[in-house]
């Protein structure tokens, strides 16, 4: 939540010529409320399990850069399915940050607690774990524009694709 998933997520399906999904708006489309609103009548499990079915819906595609929630991780099987049809990237900023982007966010329903900014510092206390254990390319992202991180991810895909070709080549240099 407020790491830039969005607007870098933007960024880099144009710097690939991939299409772009973010998750939240794809349920916001589908049902024609905001999320705020499906997390006051279904609560967050309601709104984990629309997550996860777009999720599942969407992994078969290719060609595709998505944004997800922040919370994906929190569910094994999302984990396993972003692992088996894509490259996660972990978008990993620091709390003061995150607090800055967040501070005066109204649409945020986690965030809609007696003390906003301790609510950021537990979930990412709860979550570095499980995003640390996710991804394929952890990203420290301080004060770099969304333009310079979606670079930066290009060219780690670039060289995770090398990686992954040479990994592939058997004693006799071929790809297997």
Request: overall charge neutral; charged content about 30%; some cysteine.
């Amino acid at each position: 939540m407020g790491s830039g998933k969005t607007t870098v997520g933007r960024k880099l399906s144009n710097l690939l010529g991939f299409e772009f999904i973010d998750i939240d708006q794809v349920l916001i489309e589908r049902t024609g409320v905001t999320i705020s609103h499906i997390f006051e009548v279904e609560g967050e499990q309601g709104f984990r399990d629309r997550e996860s079915r777009i999720l599942k819906e969407i992994s078969a595609m290719s060609n595709i850069v998505v944004s997800t929630g922040g919370g994906i991780v929190i569910r094994d099987e999302n984990c396993e399915l972003m692992h088996d049809s894509g490259t996660i990237v972990y978008l990993d900023v620091p709390i003061r940050i995150l607090w800055n982007r967040l501070k005066d966010c109204q649409h945020r329903p986690l965030l809609d607690v007696e003390n906003p900014r301790d609510k950021v510092v537990q979930l990412m206390r709860e979550r570095t774990p499980l995003y640390l254990k996710s991804a394929d390319i952890h990203l420290k992202v301080a004060s770099d524009s969304a333009n310079r991180t979606a670079k930066r991810i290009q060219q780690r895909l670039k060289l995770a694709q090398v990686e992954k070709s040479n990994d592939q080549r058997d004693d006799t240099g071929l790809i297997a």
